[in-house]
């Protein structure tokens, strides 16, 4: 982890995201004055899960995955966080600590953004407290989806499940499994990794999808869905 300086060649003051064009002129400059700029480079942490939360984090550009910790060998990846979202919202109103952690896939560069300040404007502006409250409600619904199908369907579709959803997650026009470890991508279907590498071997031998190194590719989306709606 990096503190940019204004000084520094990649700092960048505007705050540029669509939620924030509903700011006023003195908001945009009251949460100016209270966020830092940082840097992290790929794998650190951005969030620890029961760390202390006294910020939240806007991604400015990056990719980052949300995962539970269980115990020393166990996670769960949640899901995608990527350029232009808020990471750590539930510390705002809940209790002072990250419910979850979240580390880069990429260089991602972000604002800090002091809680107490994010409090303030979203009590303050309810057109910008909506659109917050929105994508908030957005991943709720998504994490609610996902420990359904984790408690109720078996490994064959919990993968299909983790395969649909990241081949439409996209940086930059890009792929983006090329960014994940088969751990990585064991975590998201709430598998063991050597389940997963077979699941995945045994839907290219079906011709489902084509393996290439780390890039993943869906070739028969449709099969993929019918297997998600089996379980």
């Not at 502006?125 to 984790?150: D, E, H, S």
């Amino acid at each position: 982890m990096k503190i940019i300086s204004e000084s520094d060649q990649t700092f960048q003051c505007d705050i540029t995201a669509p939620c924030f064009a509903y700011l006023a002129e003195n908001e945009v400059e009251f949460i100016k004055k209270s966020k830092t700029m940082v840097a992290f480079r790929k794998g650190e942490n951005l969030t620890k899960q029961g760390a202390f939360a006294s910020y939240v984090l806007f991604i400015i550009d990056g990719v980052v995955k949300q995962y539970i910790e269980g115990d020393i060998t166990k996670s769960h990846n949640l899901r995608i966080f990527k350029t232009g979202e808020f990471v750590g919202l539930s510390a705002i109103y809940n209790e002072n600590r990250f419910n979850y952690s979240a580390s880069a896939l990429t260089d991602t560069r972000v604002y800090l953004i002091e809680k107490e300040v994010m409090l303030h404007v979203l009590e303050n502006n309810a057109l910008f407290a909506t659109k917050i409250m929105k994508n908030y409600c957005r991943q709720n619904n998504f994490l609610f989806t996902a420990l359904q199908n984790i408690i109720y369907k078996q490994m064959n579709g919990r993968m299909a499940d983790a395969l649909l959803y990241l081949d439409e997650e996209k940086y930059k026009d890009e792929s983006i499994f090329p960014l994940l470890s088969r751990k990585d991508i064991a975590d998201f279907a709430g598998t063991s990794t050597e389940s997963a590498v077979k699941i995945l071997k045994s839907f290219e031998r079906d011709e489902i999808i084509k393996l290439d190194e780390k890039e993943i590719f869906v070739l028969q989306k449709d099969k993929l869905l019918e297997i998600s709606k089996r379980g």
